[in-house]
C-alpha cells in the first residue's frame, strides 16, 4: 500500500511541469526495520529506471539509525540552487 501512494505522489511530482528537469532524490526510509524493501526492489518497483530528463538518485536511510543522513545532507547541498 505504501509504494501505491509514493508511487502516486512521484506521478503527480513527474507531471508538473514547474519541476520539469529538477533532480529528484527518492529515499528508502525505515531500513533498520526487518522486511524493508532492498534498493533494487525500491528502485524496480518505483520504476526509476524509466524516468528520464533529470537526475534520480536513491538512497536507503534510516531516520531512527541515523544511517546515510550524512549522504542525503551531502546530495541536497550538491544539488541547491543557490550553489549553482
Ligand atoms: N524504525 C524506524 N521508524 C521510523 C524511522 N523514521 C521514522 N520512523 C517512525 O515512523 C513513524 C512515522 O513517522 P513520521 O515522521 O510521522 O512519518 P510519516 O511520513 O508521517 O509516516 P510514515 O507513513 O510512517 O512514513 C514515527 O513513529 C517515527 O518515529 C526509521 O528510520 N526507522
Redesign the pocket.
Known amino acids: 500500500m505504501?509504494i501505491y501512494l509514493s508511487l502516486n505522489e512521484l506521478h503527480d511530482l513527474l507531471s508538473k511541469p514547474s519541476l520539469s528537469g529538477i533532480p529528484m532524490l527518492i529515499l528508502g526510509?525505515?531500513i533498520?526495520?526487518p522486511g524493508a524493501l532492498s534498493k533494487q526492489d525500491l528502485t524496480e518497483q518505483m520504476g526509476l529506471k524509466c524516468i528520464n530528463g533529470r537526475d534520480v538518485c536513491c538512497f536507503m536511510?534510516?531516520?531512527?539509525?541515523s544511517i546515510n543522513i550524512d549522504t542525503v545532507i551531502d546530495w541536497l547541498v550538491k544539488h541547491s540552487k543557490w550553489m549553482n
Open positions: 505504501t526510509n525505515k533498520d526495520k536511510i534510516s531516520c531512527k539509525n
